[in-house]
RNA sequence: GCCCUGGUGGUGGAAUUGGUAGACACGCAGGACUUAAAAUCCUGUGAUCAGCAAUGGUCGUGCGGGUUCAAGUCCCGCCCGGGGCACCA
């Protein structure tokens, strides 16, 4: 009887499905284990072997818990709002929720053929108006709250009101515009319309102006990664800033618990750090310098840094180029100049900018002010490395103590100030805080540290600075000028925001006939009369709002009044262990952890971190291949032939690629004929593709999937090799070689059950001792791995363990069965077939995970290595309670340890128990 | 550029706290079974030198230094790959 994986694998998961063996109750008398995955974005190019990666490593894991006597919640849902669908739409004229509900089709059956334990009754979709409604509905709550900085959480913004009419703002000054100031009284005396735009400034979402990648030809608003080299990805086109009225949340009011919550989690020390440098909180001043400009009308600005004490080495100040001033301060001579780099600057994304490693910049021709020496004048530049959204726009640049602020000078012939005496070798900055200060006036002789705090006492005592912390984090652009989002719950009326009321919720997305952008940069929503009559808000929420509180919503999915029972979420509580990548770092994990600290400062939840545990599962990488087109031109050159020649490089699929030879014809049809144009400059007859190893993901063609995969070795195949490919949380290339060891341990498996031509040969005769140490040594290395989620370690375990019984000639009940019990989570299909065949009662998924005794696996005695200093020459075998003088005689005694001491004298004689004896000559 | 991460045989990887580098697989080579193939099984397999062989020597965990009786593991400096950098999700 063969290993038929077909029919077991179908049999099983149809019993599954039928017996509901994977419904979790809310069952509150069970410890629970919530296992998570970062759930997928159902793309049409459907899952890649990319995908499970995570899902089987949450599946074992919750598998392993389940054996073990825990509840455990494993869902799975679709965040499915996003571009693809959208740009999907517009090529193809197909509603996004219909390529959407399809895409999820597919995805669901590749899921399935892979053997998840997935609860699907409690599946979510967040482009579901079921789902979406209370999206809107936090969101109402978040613009219906502000944060109260002196309770630290957030509160009511009726409450706020409340406070104005009573005190004004004295004690709640104003997050979103620092010079606001009122008393009770002004607030009493403002109309409505001046009260909202108050409030504006103080609710969580709000609404604001920001700039954005715009593409006049495309008529659309572009990502970061749509923008090459200054124009579209699509087509090629010129691509340049527009300031757009945008909706944000105020992420920034929680920075400091964001930092301070990071404690109470497990996540890796990487992890925590990516979070810690996104937020980047720093501390320092805020310092005033007055302007020498011929126009004399802008009189002064304010610079932030973080080094105050460094006042006297500031040799020139940089401005951000989009500051609005710029022009008012720029010389009559310098003026064209500054135009022309103004006009440069804004060609430029912010990556570019920040990546830039030429230095470029332009003198305005205005001066800066010392504070502590008005004889100091400091020429004021602009350059691109300054970000305008960053601390105030404006630096005083450093030389002597920064590397950049140092190129900068060198570059611009600006004289270089040294206030750090010797440590100062005028060749490189020194970042030093521990030289005692020269050349700086009153500081002269005090160590650094100790003058940070005697510039800003003096500063403020002079009211021009003032001691500042600053967040490198930036408030979080929370709109987008597209169709295929949440619509937000809001109404314009004489230029207030008027949230809609709950009892309206979901507003449901309109039908459209065309998801082109709107007049003006706005989304595809202006362009409905239906929805602008209402004076509805047009913008639409970004991907990440929905996959923001997900993880609440498994808990309690069907829930249509609440976002999720308090009941169901104090039982299922934090998410015990959530894994996906490491791409998600800063972004969604941000999110989600500031939408639960929100909703529990709200009394939704009554916990502030959403996910306990993190394991960041590794990228499965893809091999990409790359087609080069002449700059400007529909001309592909061979990935040979380039030469130094300027080439936009560009993704093209894999599948129509055979090794690195380009499909030429399937390219011209590629991508519903963008390329239909195209012609080649060939190498030898040939289009050969540049290649280079990346993340496998939709938008690079690199896809691999692994139905191929299940249909040909199995679901339990597919699974352990995924696992055996290495660390879960390494990224690594695909390669589907080396999948065949994994299927022939599986078949070894089922010979130590069946033979040929005997069949059945398991017996209920009583296991050896030799037999019950590999058992034993395989439940202690199964159970310490699983947990420790070294899956690649557990696979190996199962392949010795059953090398080793093949060779014992073991085929005993009381040894099979544990180790298939063991097996289940990894490849649950042949585990509860054999299970079944050895007459297991039950079902094996409830099974109890096998106990390890300690006692069959203890040896008396130990190979040791012997090295000679530190290189191991022999081995020795001595009993485990041996003593060091015995030991250290008997080796003595050896005749490959007498060669090499060769009568020298002995210096030292190191023993470790249990590890390993050295002899140092 | 900045932040994070990784680099071990031909390949994926193992070595859990500094203690026998290369577990387990893939591939390759040779052999058994077969008319043949597939499947399966067995043996060998880091490099290099000496030897008919058993065996033994030397080198070896990206590169260069250091700490230690002992370094893949710890420290310093470099090189290379991957991820993120705020509108991909």
Known sequence: MDYNFRNIEQKWQQHWAKTDAYKVSND??????????????????????????????????????????????????????????????????????????????????????IGFCFDWSRRVNT??????????????????????????????????????????????????????VFSAKDWQSYDHKRRQEILMNYRLAYCGYGEVNWCEALGTVLANDEVVNGVSERGGHPVEKKTLRQWYLRITEYADRLLEGLETVEFSEAMKEMQTNWIGKSTGAEITFKIDSEQGTVPAFTAYTTRPDTIMGVDFCVLAPELSWVLDISSTEQRPEVEK??????????????????????????????????????????????????????????????????????????????????????????????????????????????????????????????????YRMRDAAFSRQRYWGEPFPITWQDSVAVPLDEKELPLLLPKVDKYGPGPGGAGPLAAIDSWTDRHLETNTMPGYAGSSWYFLRYMDPHNTEAFCDPAASTYWNQVDLY???????????????????????????????????????????????????????????????????????IHVDVNIVDGVELDTAAFKQWKNGEFKDASFILED??????????????????????????????????????????????????????????????????????EDEKGAIWTDEVPTKAELKVLHKTIQKVQTDTERYSFNTVVSAFMVCVNELTDLKCHKKQILMPVLIMLTPYAPHIAAELWQVLGGEGEILDAAFPEFNPQLIQESSKNYPVSINGKMRTSMEFPLDADKDSIQAAVLENE???????????????FVPNKMINVVI
């Open 28 to 113: 509150r008398t069970k410890p629970k284990y919530y296992v998570l995955d970062m759930f997928p974005y159902p793309s049409g190019a459907g899952l890649h072997v990319g995908h499970p990666l995570g899902y089987i490593a949450s599946d074992i894991f919750a598998r392993y818990k389940r054996l073990k006597g825990y509840n455990v919640l494993h869902p799975m849902g679709y965040d499915a709002f996003g571009l693809p669908a959208e740009q999907y739409a517009i090529e193809h004229g197909i509603h996004p929720a219909d390529s959407t509900r399809q895409n999820i089709a597919t995805f669901e059956k590749q899921l399935n053929n």
């Open 127 to 180: 482009s579901e108006p079921g789902y979406y409604k209370w999206t809107q509905w936090i969101f109402l709550q978040l613009f219906g709250s502000f944060y109260d900085r002196s309770q630290q959480k957030a509160r009511s913004i009726d409450a706020l009101q409340a406070i104005f009419e009573k005190e004004g703002n004295q004690v709640h000054p104003c997050p979103g515009d620092a010079a606001l």
């Open 341 to 470: 780099y103004i006009a440069y600057v804004k060609s430029r994304s912010e990556r570019e900018r920040m990546a830039e490693k030429r230095i470029t910049g332009c003198f305005t021709g205005a001066y800066a002010i010392n504070p502590f020496d008005e004889n100091k004048k400091i020429p004021i530049y602009l350059s691109e490395y300054v970000l305008a959204g960053y601390g105030t726009g404006a630096i005083m640049a450093v030389p002597s103590g920064d590397e950049r602020d140092y190129k900068f000078a060198k570059y611009f012939e600006i004289p270089i100030t040294n206030i750090l005496g010797d440590l100062f070798d005028g060749e490189n900055a020194n970042p030093t805080k521990d030289a005692i200060l020269v050349n700086s006036g009153m500081l002269d002789g005090l160590p650094m540290r100790e003058a940070m705090e005697v510039v800003i006492d003096k500063l403020q005592a002079k009211g021009i600075g003032k001691r500042k912390t600053n």
């Open 579 to 649: 894994i996906g990548g490491t791409e998600h770092a800063v972004g969604h994990l941000l999110y989600s952890r500031l939408w639960t600290k929100i909703l529990f400062d709200l009394g939704f939840i009554n916990f502030q971190e959403p996910f306990k545990k993190l394991l960041n599962q590794g990228m499965i990488q893809g091999s990409s291949r790359f087609v080069y087109r002449r700059h400007g031109t529909h001309e592909f050159i061979s990935h040979g032939l380039i030469m130094g020649q300027q080439v936009d490089k």
């Open 685 to 754: 007859g040939k289009y050969i593709c540049g290649v280079e190893v990346e993340k496998m993901s939709k938008s690079k063609f690199n896809t691999v999937n692994p139905d191929v995969l299940v249909e040909k070795f199995g679901a339990d195949t597919f699974r352990m090799y995924e696992m055996f490919l290495g660390p879960v949380e390494q990224s690594k290339p695909w390669d589907t070689k080396g999948i065949e060891g994994v299927h022939r341990f599986l078949k070894k498996l089922w010979r130590l059950f069946f």
């Open 896 to 910: 490959v340890v007498k060669k090499w001491v060769d009568n020298n004298p002995i210096k030292k004689f190191i």
